[in-house]
Nanobody
């Protein structure tokens, strides 16, 4: 199970840190990632990280503003978001995958096995 938290209302230019706590069969996790879905839009990839090595991939448009990290001891994934813009407003979901993966597959939501409930981030102008 994944439990996302940390969303809220923030002004443009501000920062937020999202957390995703994993429980259950976490030993089998190979990749965890963040996706987001804005109103009326499709879900899009934000960032992902390999669970053991901590290798990260980012959506090109978000690189430099968002940072993904994890704490293996706490089984928690984080997303530090900075210089937020109104277009970052969305429900942010964390997701996990067990088993083999490729770095290319990390960007595709279809390759994730389990999902958190989402946390809403609203950026006001």
């Amino acid at each position: 199970q994944l439990q996302a938290s940390g969303g809220g209302l923030v002004q443009a230019g501000g920062s937020l840190r999202l957390s995703c706590a994993a429980s259950g069969r976490t030993f089998s996790t190979s990749v965890m990632g963040w996706f987001r879905q804005a109103p009326g839009k499709e879900r899009e990839f934000v960032a992902a990280m390999t669970w053991r090595a901590g290798s990260a991939v980012y959506a090109d448009s978000l690189k430099g503003r968002f940072t993904i990290s994890r704490d293996n001891a706490k089984n928690t994934l984080y997303l530090q978001m900075g210089s937020l813009k109104p277009e970052d407003t969305a429900v942010y979901y964390c997701a996990g995958r067990s088993g083999p993966f490729t770095y290319a597959s990390m960007r595709n939501s279809d390759n994730y096995d389990y999902w958190g409930q989402g946390t809403l981030v609203t950026v006001s102008s």
